[in-house]
C-alpha cells in the first residue's frame, strides 16, 4: 500500500470522549468501552488520568486498585499480538499510566505536582539555584527559615566539628550521640510538617474550582513554604546522616 | 494462533536454556544429547565451523584460542569497562580495536562482537526448540540481569535479532523466577528474589497481589557471580603451583583451562562434601594436588559473596521495608547451591530461603511463563502481569558535568520524562544532550549511554527555541528518544550516537552475514522478510483507517479488505513464507484503490484556496474521484 500521510481526522486531541478508532463505538479516556481496544494518548493531567479531581486527599488503596487495572489493560504485554499503532499507544499510554501512578501515590510528589500545574515552579526555581550555585563552584545558598536559624548553627558548628575529629582520626562518641539526637528531632521536625501539610490539603480540598483567587492562592503560598521548609530539613538529615557514615 | 510458538530462553554467563508453555506447565526443551543446559560456550573447530554447548567444551581446553565462555560479562561494554576482566578471563581481543568502537573477540582468526557470540548461543537454542517442535521457532523472550543497564540490553537484544530470533520481550532474570514460582501459588505477598548466577548478581523485591507482580525495588552488580569465586581459586592454585614448583602457567591457556575445570569440579562438590581435592595433570607429567575444606573454603569466598548485602539492604530500603517485612525469600542461579550462600541470605531476610525449583532453570521456566502471557495466555497464566522497574536513574548532563536525573531508579516501567532546552547562541541549529544512566552525582561517573544532537532547529534569537525531548524507557527498559521545536512545532532531527553498542546498519549486515552459515537458513530468512513485509502493509492499513479515503470506499472494498486483513493476519506466524506473500499481495491489491484515496486526500489538502471543481484531478482508473461520496451503511 502507497505510504500516504494519514491525518487521523477521527481523533481530536483534548477530546474526552470520541470514537473508538477500531470499532467506531464512543469510548472512554483510554480504551474502548465497547471492544476493549487501546486509544492514542490524550493530553491530560495526571488527575484528570485517573479520573480523579484535583484534590490532595487522596484514597490511596482505590488509587492502587485503578493503577492494576488500568495496567492489566494497557500494558504493552496484553498488545503484544497486536499492531504497530496499537503497540505505540499502548506503550505510550502505560508509561502516562505509570508516570501518573508514581507522582500521586507519593504525597509530596502529589503537592508539588498540583503546585505545578497551579502555576508554581518549585523544581526549576531550586533546579537553577542548584546549577547557578554550581557554575560559581560555592555551595548552594538557601535561606534557614527563621524558626531554625539557632539549631542549623548549632549542627552545623557539630558537624564541622565531627569532620575535624574524623581527619585527625579521633573519636568522639558524645558527639556523635548529639548528633544522632539532633538528627531524630529534625526527624520528629519533619513529621510535624507532614501532619501540617495535609491539614493545607484539606483546606485546599475545601476550596473547590470555584473559590475566590484569593483564597487559592493563599493556601497554595503556605504549601509552597511548608515544602521550602520541609526540603531544607531534609537536606540537613541528609548532611548528618552523610557525615555519620563517612 | 496455535502456529505462533513464543519460546523463553535464559541467555547465561555459564548455561543457557530454552523453555516453552506445555499445557500448563513451563518446561525445559532439552538438547539433542538430553542436556537442559546447554554451556554458554562458543568455539571454532577446524574446519572453522562454530560449535556451541557441551560440543564446544573440549575446545576451551584444547585449543583455547579458539573458543570463548562467559561473553555475558562483555555485552554492551567498551574496551575502558572491561579491564578487569581482562586479568581474569582469556579474552583475546582484536588487535585493531579503536577506541569507543565495539568489542571484537578473536576465535582463531576470525573476530567477532559479544552479540554475536551469543546469536551463536541462541541459534543452538533455536535449534534444539526446531528439532523439539518439529518446526521452526522465530519468537522469543530472552531474561537479562535486573540490573543490566540499556547499552546490555540493547546488546542482548542485537544477539537476538542477529540469530533471526523476534525478540518479544527482554524480562528482567529474578522477576521471570518469581513468575515461575508464583505459577503455582497466587497468593499475596511481598517476595524477594535473590539471584547469584555464573557472572550476575540480582536481588528484586515484588509486591505479588491477585496475578499482578508488581517490582518495588531492584539492585545488583552485573560483574559478581560464581565466575568470581572460580576466579579466585584458579589465582590460588596457580600461586601454589609457582610456590611449590617454581612453575609459571599464568599464560598458558591450556593449564588455566585445565585448573579451571578442577576448581569448579571443587566448588560444586564442596556443596555436598566437607572436604574435596583439586587435582590437575601439568604438562611434562607433572600433577598438582591439594585439599580443600569447606571451612577454608567459606573463608575465601566470604569477601565474594559479602558483596550481595550491600545491593539487598539497599533494594530493601528503596522498597522501605525491613526484612520482617518480607514474607518469602527465593533462590535462583546455580551460586545459590553453595551453603554458606544459603545462610547469608538466611541471616540477612531472618527466614529459609526457598528452594523448590532448580536454580539453574528457574529463570527459563518463567521466561516460558511471560512467553505465555504474550502470546495471549492460558488458565494458568490468566490475569497474571509483570510490572518491572527501571533499575539505574536515566539522566542527562547539565552544567558543570553533573548528572540531572530525569527518571529516578525503581520507577516502574513503561516510564517517561520530558525535558525542555533551549539554545544559547542566536542562529544556534543543533543542541547536543548526553544521556546517562547510575546513580552518582558526576557525569563522569554514569554510564554514558548516548550522546544526542538534536538538529535542524529554526533559526531564532538564542533562548527562543524551545525544545521538547521526551524520554521513555519502555517494556524492555530500553531507552527511546524523541525531540519537538515547540515554537515551529517542527519535529527535530535526533542523531542518535550511542556509547556503545552497534549501529542498526551493523546489526542487519550481521543477520545477513549469519545467514551464511547454513543453507538451510535461507528458508528462514525469507519467512522472516515475509513477515517484516506482512508487518508493514499491516500498519501501513491501520493508519489508513484513520483516513478520510476509508469512509470513501464502498462497503463492498472495506468487506473484502477486512477480510484479507485477518487473512494474512492469520497467516503471519506461519512457518511457509509463500502462504504469508499470498496475503501480502492479496491484500495488497485490494488496498490499491484507498492508497490512491488517500494519495488524493494529501493532494487536495495542499491545494487548500482551490475548490474541488477547479483542482484537476485528471481521468482514467489511475485518478479516483475524492469528492464522489461511497454508499454509507
Redesign the interface.
Known amino acids: ?11 481530536l486531541p483534548g477530546e474526552a470522549t470520541s470514537a473508538c ?1 477500531s470499532c467506531g463505538t464512543m469510548r472512554a479516556q483510554h480504551f474502548c468501552s465497547a471492544c476493549g481496544k487501546v486509544q492514542p494518548p490524550v493530553p491530560v493531567d495526571y488527575f484528570t488520568f485517573f479520573g480523579l479531581p484535583r484534590k490532595l486527599n487522596i484514597n490511596l488503596s482505590g488509587l492502587e486498585r485503578e493503577f ?1 487495572e488500568l ?2 489493560k494497557l ?4 498488545y ?2 497486536a ?4 503497540q505505540q499507544w499502548s ?2 499510554q ?3 499510566l ?2 501518573a ?2 507522582t500521586l501515590k507519593d504525597p509530596i510528589k502529589r503537592t508539588q505536582y498540583l503546585l505545578r500545574l497551579e502555576g508554581v515552579e518549585l523544581e526549576e526555581q531550586s ?1 537553577s539555584a542548584t ?1 547557578k550555585a ?2 560559581k563552584g560555592d555551595l548552594k545558598k538557601q535561606v534557614v527559615p527563621p524558626a531554625l536559624l539557632e539549631e542549623v548553627f548549632e549542627l552545623n558548628m557539630q558537624l564541622e566539628e565531627l569532620k575535624a575529629n574524623k581527619k585527625l582520626g579521633e573519636d568522639d562518641p558524645g558527639l556523635v550521640k548529639e548528633l544522632q539526637n539532633h538528627k531524630s528531632q529534625l526527624e520528629n521536625k519533619q513529621a510535624t510538617l507532614f501532619d501540617e501539610l495535609k491539614g493545607y490539603w484539606t483546606e485546599w480540598d475545601k476550596l473547590g474550582d470555584a473559590a475566590p483567587n484569593e483564597d487559592r492562592i493563599a493556601v497554595r503560598d503556605k504549601m509552597v513554604d511548608l515544602l521550602n521548609r520541609r526540603n531544607y530539613i531534609r537536606n540537613l538529615v541528609r548532611d548528618v546522616n552523610d557525615a555519620l557514615e563517612s | 494462533m496455535s502456529s505462533e510458538r513464543i519460546v523463553g530462553i535464559d541467555l547465561g554467563t555459564t548455561n543457557s536454556l530454552v523453555a516453552h508453555m506445555e499445557g500448563e506447565t513451563p518446561v525445559v526443551i532439552p538438547g539433542e544429547d538430553g542436556a537442559n543446559l546447554v554451556p554458554s560456550v562458543v568455539a571454532l573447530d577446524e574446519n572453522n565451523q562454530i560449535i556451541v554447548g557441551n560440543a564446544a567444551r573440549k575446545y576451551l581446553i584444547e585449543t583455547p584460542e579458539r573458543s570463548v565462555y562467559s561473553i555475558k560479562r562483555l555485552m554492551g561494554r567498551g574496551i575502558e569497562d572491561i579491564q578487569e576482566e581482562l586479568k581474569l578471563f582469556p579474552f583475546r581481543l582484536a588487535e585493531d580495536l579503536q577506541p569507543g568502537e565495539v568489542l571484537r573477540i578473536k576465535l582463531g582468526d576470525k573476530t567477532y562482537t559479544p552479540p554475536e557470540i551469543s546469536a551463536f548461543i541462541l541459534r543452538q537454542l533455536e535449534r534444539n526448540a526446531g528439532r523439539y517442535f518439529g518446526t521452526t521457532v522465530t519468537k522469543a523472550v530472552i531474561t537479562v540481569p535486573a540490573y543490566f543497564n540499556d547499552a546490555q540490553r540493547q546488546a542482548t537484544k542485537d544477539a537476538g535479532r542477529i540469530a533471526g530470533l523476534d525478540v518479544l520481550r527482554l524480562v528482567n532474570e529474578p522477576t521471570a523466577a518469581s513468575l515461575a514460582y508464583g505459577l503455582d501459588k497466587k497468593k499475596a505477598g511481598t517476595v524477594a528474589v535473590y539471584d547469584l548466577g555464573g557472572g550476575t548478581f540480582d536481588i528484586s523485591i515484588l509486591k505479588l497481589r491477585n496475578g499482578i507482580f508488581e517490582v518495588i525495588a531492584t539492585n545488583g552488580d552485573t560483574h559478581l557471580g560464581g565466575d568470581d569465586i572460580d576466579n579466585l581459586l584458579i589465582t590460588i592454585a596457580l600461586d601454589d603451583i609457582r610456590g611449590d614448583m617454581g612453575l609459571d602457567f599464568r599464560r598458558n591457556g591450556e593449564v588455566v583451562q585445565a585448573i579451571r575445570k578442577a576448581v569448579i569440579e571443587a566448588k560444586i562438590q564442596l556443596s555436598d562434601r566437607a572436604k574435596t581435592n583439586i587435582i590437575v595433570d601439568l604438562p611434562g607429567g607433572k600433577g598438582y594436588e591439594r585439599e580443600l575444606l569447606r571451612e577454608q573454603f567459606e573463608q575465601l569466598i566470604q569477601p565474594i559473596i559479602d558483596r550481595t548485602v550491600g545491593p539487598c539492604r539497599q533494594a530493601m530500603k528503596d522498597a522501605g521495608l525491613k526484612p520482617e517485612q518480607i514474607d518469602e525469600v527465593v533462590l535462583v542461579g546455580g551460586s545459590t547451591r553453595i551453603p554458606k550462600v544459603r545462610s547469608l541470605v538466611k541471616d540477612m531476610f531472618q527466614r529459609d530461603p526457598h528452594i523448590d525449583l532448580n536454580p539453574d532453570e528457574v529463570v527459563a521456566l518463567g521466561a516460558a511463563v511471560q512467553a505465555n502471557i504474550l502470546a495471549g495466555g492460558s488458565i494458568s497464566t490468566e490475569n497474571m502481569l509483570l510490572l518491572d522497574v527501571t533499575p539505574l536513574s536515566l539522566g542527562i548532563e547539565v552544567a558543570g558535568g553533573v548528572t540531572d536525573k530525569i527518571i529516578l531508579r525503581n520507577s516502574t516501567i513503561p516510564a517517561s520524562a520530558t525535558q525542555h532546552y533551549t539554545t544559547q547562541v542566536d542562529g544556534q541549529k543543533n543542541v547536543a544532550i548526553h544521556v546517562l544512566q547510575g546513580e552518582r552525582e558526576l557525569a563522569s561517573d554514569c554510564r554514558s549511554l548516548a550522546r544526542f544532537d538534536l538538529k535542524g532547529i529554526p533559526p531564532m534569537a538564542a533562548g527562543i527555541p524551545r525544545i521538547e525531548v521526551k524520554f521513555l524507557i519502555d517494556a524492555n527498559g530500553i531507552l527511546h528518544v524523541s525531540a519537538r521545536e515547540q515554537r515551529s512545532g517542527k519535529e527535530a532531527e535526533i542523531v542518535v550516537q550511542p556509547s556503545y553498542g552497534l549501529t542498526d546498519e551493523q546489526v542487519e549486515s550481521m543477520i545477513l552475514d549469519s545467514f551464511d552459515y547454513a543453507e538451510e537458513d535461507f528458508r528462514k530468512r525469507q519467512v522472516i522478510e515475509a513477515r517484516n513485509e506482512a508487518g508493514t502493509i499491516l500498519a501501513a492499513l491501520e493508519k489508513g483507517r484513520q483516513n478520510p479515503a476509508w469512509q470513501q470506499l464502498t462497503s463492498d472494498e472495506r468487506k473484502k479488505i477486512d477480510k484479507l486483513e485477518k487473512a494474512l493476519r492469520s497467516v503471519q506466524g506461519d512457518e511457509d513464507y509463500r502462504s504469508i506473500r499470498k496475503g501480502i499481495d492479496a491484500l495488497n491489491q485490494a488496498t490499491m484503490h484507498l492508497a490512491e484515496l488517500m494519495m488524493d486526500t494529501a493532494v487536495v489538502s495542499v491545494l487548500k484556496g482551490k475548490t474541488m471543481d477547479d483542482t484537476d484531478i485528471g481521468e482514467g482508473p489511475a485518478a479516483p474521484h475524492p469528492v464522489a461520496r461511497a454508499d454509507f451503511e
Request: glycine share 2%; hydrophobic share 30%.
Open positions: 500500500m502507497a505510504s500516504a500521510e494519514s491525518k487521523s481526522s477521527l481523533i478508532w492494576y495496567s492489566r500494558h504493552p504485554d496484553v503484544a499480538k499492531g504497530k499503532q496499537e506503550l505510550e502505560s508509561s502516562l505509570n508516570d501512578y508514581r533546579k546549577e554550581r557554575v
